[in-house]
């Protein structure tokens, strides 16, 4: 099947030419032979039915050189170069035989050296017979020297444009694994330490225990759906949010509150899966840092204007952490968004004028299409 798709195209791009060259001689050898009528020079060139069995008679002697010419290469020069010319010498000198045998096909066997005749008689030279010869397969060697450039010239092409979608290919799944590997960057520490909460309430609170239990399956539920897909509703993105950040809150229930914004109050998006998963956790996670007083974790979504969708994640924090720098979840947000949207999105992680910790996610405000173009732009889906 891969032979075929190469031949193919091959062999048509060599008949088209081929049956643009025959019709080309045929017309131009009956003009001049129609203008040297009128100066009683009759039989100077053959006429069109032999001339176009010559070309018919050519045609599978050109298939074969030019496919023979694909087959060996251009390197090295020095060993491939002379068989390359043979092979154009040989298609060159058959020129005149091929004429001579469409002329006795079509029953014109006592003017086969019409040619010859006509031009010995206007110059007076026995030889010019082989000047003929000659001037034939020139001109039939630059013919065979276009056909052949431009079928080179033609697989170069398509070799071409076959590297650059095996290298897209290649492009492509290089970009699916890098995000999908990006979506499932899901702490462990935090998994192992949500477990550990739940082990201790087992003893003293197992309804609570049993309530976490229940959250934590669907929260890895909801993760492992999320992670197969490029990506998700806002509004299921915040659900998974909620979940977290609940467990959280059971876990630090003395001292973490979270605001949520409910279903109803999110516009009606599309974004990246668990864009938002990273910042919530490096919410709770700095916020808790360094102190021992109570800590705000606010989620909210917008649309902005000019067709943006604006998420912000701000958490309050100890004043001695007020700088501090871009750790993994953060460089996972980062990265996400330059491979999905480049330039059209932006991440900007900073303290705030209130003194609270601020991350903020502009990126382009995906509907139903829009949301399905970008993931076929982006990468294949999953």
Same mark, same amino acid.
């Given at each position: 099947?891969?032979?075929?798709?190469?031949?193919?195209?091959?062999?048509?791009?060599?008949?088209?030419?081929?049956?643009?060259?025959?019709?080309?001689?045929?017309?131009?050898?009956?003009?001049?032979?129609?203008?040297?009528?009128?100066?009683?020079?009759?039989?100077?060139?053959?006429?069109?039915?032999?001339?176009?069995?010559?070309?018919?008679?050519?045609?599978?002697?050109?298939?074969?050189?030019?496919?023979?010419?694909?087959? &060996?290469?251009?390197?090295? @020069?020095? /060993?491939? $170069?002379?068989?390359?010319? %043979?092979? #154009? +010498?040989?298609?060159?000198?058959?020129?005149?035989?091929?004429?001579?045998?469409?002329?006795?096909?079509?029953?014109?066997?006592?003017?086969?050296?019409?040619?010859?005749?006509?031009?010995?008689?206007?110059?007076?030279?026995?030889?010019?017979?082989?000047?003929?010869?000659?001037?034939?397969?020139?001109?039939?060697?630059?013919?065979?020297?276009?056909?052949?450039?431009?079928?080179?010239?033609?697989?170069?092409?398509?070799?071409?444009?076959?590297?650059? &979608?095996?290298?897209?290919? @290649?492009? /492509?799944? $290089?970009?699916?694994?890098? %995000?999908? #590997? +990006?979506?499932?960057?899901?702490?462990?520490?935090?998994?192992?330490?949500?477990?550990?909460?739940?082990?201790?309430?087992?003893?003293?609170?197992?309804?609570?225990?049993?309530?976490?239990?229940?959250q934590l399956g669907d929260l890895l539920r909801r993760l492992l759906n999320a992670g197969e897909r490029e990506y998700s509703r806002l509004s299921d993105e915040m659900q998974?949010?909620?979940?977290?950040?609940?467990?959280?809150?059971?876990?630090?229930?003395?001292?973490?509150?979270?605001?949520?914004?409910?279903?109803?109050?999110?516009?009606?998006?599309?974004?990246?899966?668990?864009?938002?998963?990273?910042?919530?956790?490096?919410?709770?996670?700095?916020?808790?840092?360094?102190?021992?007083?109570?800590?705000?974790?606010?989620?909210?979504?917008?649309?902005?204007?000019?067709?943006?969708?604006?998420?912000?994640?701000?958490?309050?924090?100890?004043?001695?952490?007020?700088?501090?720098?871009?750790?993994?979840?953060?460089?996972?947000?980062?990265?996400?968004?330059?491979?999905?949207?480049?330039?059209?999105?932006?991440?900007?992680?900073?303290?705030?004028?209130?003194?609270?910790?601020?991350?903020?996610?502009?990126?382009?405000?995906?509907?139903?299409?829009?949301?399905?173009?970008?993931?076929?732009?982006?990468?294949?889906?999953?």
């Amino acid at each position: 099947m891969r032979m075929a798709s190469r031949i193919r195209p091959t062999l048509l791009i060599v008949t088209a030419f081929w049956a643009y060259v025959a019709a080309s001689n045929v017309l131009y050898a009956n003009s001049m032979q129609a203008n040297l009528n009128a100066l009683h020079v009759a039989h100077f060139f053959a006429g069109w039915q032999a001339r176009l069995l010559q070309h018919l008679f050519l045609y599978p002697a050109l298939v074969a050189c030019v496919w023979g010419s694909l087959r &060996i290469g251009w390197q090295p @020069l020095a /060993r491939k $170069l002379p068989l390359q010319v %043979l092979m #154009a +010498l040989g298609f060159a000198t058959c020129a005149s035989p091929a004429l001579w045998l469409g002329e006795v096909v079509v029953g014109d066997a006592m003017a086969h050296h019409h040619m010859h005749a006509g031009i010995s008689a206007m110059t007076n030279e026995p030889s010019s017979g082989w000047l003929a010869w000659l001037a034939s397969a020139t001109i039939f060697l630059l013919t065979y020297g276009f056909a052949l450039a431009l079928v080179s010239g033609f697989d170069f092409y398509r070799r071409m444009r076959d590297s650059q &979608i095996r290298s897209a290919a @290649l492009e /492509r799944a $290089l970009t699916t694994a890098h %995000l999908a #590997a +990006l979506r499932m960057q899901l702490s462990p520490h935090s998994l192992f330490n949500l477990l550990h909460t739940i082990r201790g309430q087992i003893d003293w609170d197992p309804a609570a225990a049993r309530t976490m239990i229940v959250q934590l399956g669907d929260l890895l539920r909801r993760l492992l759906n999320a992670g197969e897909r490029e990506y998700s509703r806002l509004s299921d993105e915040m659900q998974f949010v909620r979940l977290y950040l609940e467990l959280q809150q059971r876990r630090f229930a003395d001292r973490l509150t979270v605001e949520v914004p409910h279903s109803a109050e999110l516009p009606s998006a599309w974004v990246p899966s668990l864009i938002l998963q990273p910042l919530v956790e490096n919410a709770v996670v700095h916020g808790l840092a360094g102190h021992q007083g109570p800590v705000t974790v606010r989620v909210s979504a917008a649309a902005g204007s000019r067709g943006t969708l604006v998420l912000r994640v701000t958490n309050t924090m100890a004043a001695e952490r007020a700088s501090r720098g871009g750790g993994i979840g953060l460089r996972n947000v980062r990265d996400r968004l330059a491979i999905q949207f480049g330039e059209r999105a932006s991440f900007h992680a900073a303290p705030d004028e209130s003194g609270q910790w601020a991350a903020e996610i502009r990126m382009p405000l995906l509907t139903d299409v829009l949301a399905a173009t970008a993931a076929s732009a982006c990468a294949e889906p999953f």
